[in-house]
C-alpha cells in the first residue's frame, strides 16, 4: 500500500516556467509534509515543509500549497532554473511514541531547459 | 564532520557474501535513521536508532538485514548472505532530537550492487 502518491513522474519545464509537482496522501494522521530535493549521487536534502494547520507556505521560489480535506499538497516552483534539475520526493511524517519517521513517494525527475 | 557522512560510497559484492555498511552521523545527533533507495524509487524507511538504543526495525526487510549504534554515534548496517534484490543505494540520516519532524540530514549513501 503506497500511502505517498507522487505524480509526475517526470516533468520538462523551459527555463523561467513554473515547475509543479503534486503529491496526495491516505493517513490522516501525517501531520507534516516535507519536500526534499535530490541531485544525482548525493542524498536528499530538505527543500521546504509545511504542517497541515497552513494551506500555503513560501520560501523563495518554492512554495508548498496543502489542502486538507483532499489530502493532498503539491509544490510549485516558481522561474524555474536548469540548476533546479534535480529529482524532488514529497514526504509525510507523523509522530508515533516519541519519534518520527518519513514515508517518502517515489519521487519526480525534473528537467528545466535552458 | 560537517555532515553525515557514509562509507563505503560502492560496494559490489558476490551473492551470498556479507557487507557492512557504516554511517557516521552529524556529532551530538540524537537520532539516526536507515533508509533504503531502489533505482527510481523514494527511500523506504529500514530502522531507527535513538542514541545507542533501536527503537524501531519495522523497515528491515529480512532477518538478513541487521543494524546496530553501540555507542550512540557512528551506526553499522550489516547484510547477511546477500541477494540481488538487495541492490540499492542505503542512505542514512540524523537529527538532533527524537524525530524526523525537523530537518534531517541524510548522507549521500552507500550504492550496494550485488552481482
Known amino acids: 500500500q503506497q500511502q505517498v502518491k507522487q505524480s509526475p513522474q517526470s516533468l520538462i519545464v523551459q527555463k523561467g516556467g513554473i515547475s509543479i509537482i503534486n503529491c496526495a496522501y491516505e493517513?490522516?494522521?501525517?501531520?507534516?509534509f516535507p519536500w526534499y530535493q535530490q541531485f544525482p549521487g548525493k542524498g536528499p536534502a530538505l527543500l521546504i515543509a509545511?504542517?497541515?494547520?497552513?494551506s500555503e507556505k513560501k520560501e523563495g521560489r518554492f512554495t508548498i500549497s496543502f489542502n486538507k480535506s483532499a489530502k493532498q499538497f503539491s509544490l510549485h516552483i516558481m522561474d524555474s532554473q536548469p540548476g533546479d534539475s534535480a529529482t524532488y520526493f514529497c514526504a509525510a511524517s507523523m509522530m508515533n511514541s516519541g519519534y518520527s519517521t518519513l514515508t517518502f513517494g517515489k519521487g519526480t525527475m525534473l528537467l528545466v531547459s535552458p | 564532520g560537517a555532515g553525515v557522512s557514509q562509507s563505503p560510497r560502492y560496494k559490489v559484492a558476490k551473492r551470498g557474501q556479507d557487507v557492512a555498511l557504516r554511517c557516521d552521523p552529524i556529532?551530538?545527533?540524537?537520532?539516526l535513521f536507515w533508509y533504503q533507495q531502489a533505482l527510481g524509487q523514494g527511500p523506504e524507511f529500514l530502522t531507527y536508532?535513538?542514541?545507542?538504543?533501536?527503537?524501531?526495525k519495522s523497515g528491515l526487510p529480512s532477518d538478513r538485514f541487521f543494524a546496530e549504534r553501540p555507542e550512540g554515534s557512528v551506526s553499522t548496517l550489516k547484510i547477511q548472505r546477500t541477494q540481488q534484490e538487495d541492490s540499492a543505494v542505503y542512505l542514512c540520516?540524523?537529527?538532533?532530537?527524537?524525530?524526523?519532524?525537523?530537518?534531517?540530514?541524510f548522507g549521500q549513501g552507500t550504492r550496494l550492487t550485488v552481482v
Open positions: 556529532s551530538g545527533h540524537v537520532s
Open positions: 536508532f535513538q542514541n545507542e538504543a533501536q527503537l524501531d
Open positions: 493517513n490522516t494522521a501525517f501531520d507534516y
Open positions: 509545511i504542517r497541515p494547520d497552513v
Open positions: 540520516a540524523s537529527s538532533p532530537g527524537g524525530s524526523m519532524n525537523t530537518e534531517a540530514f
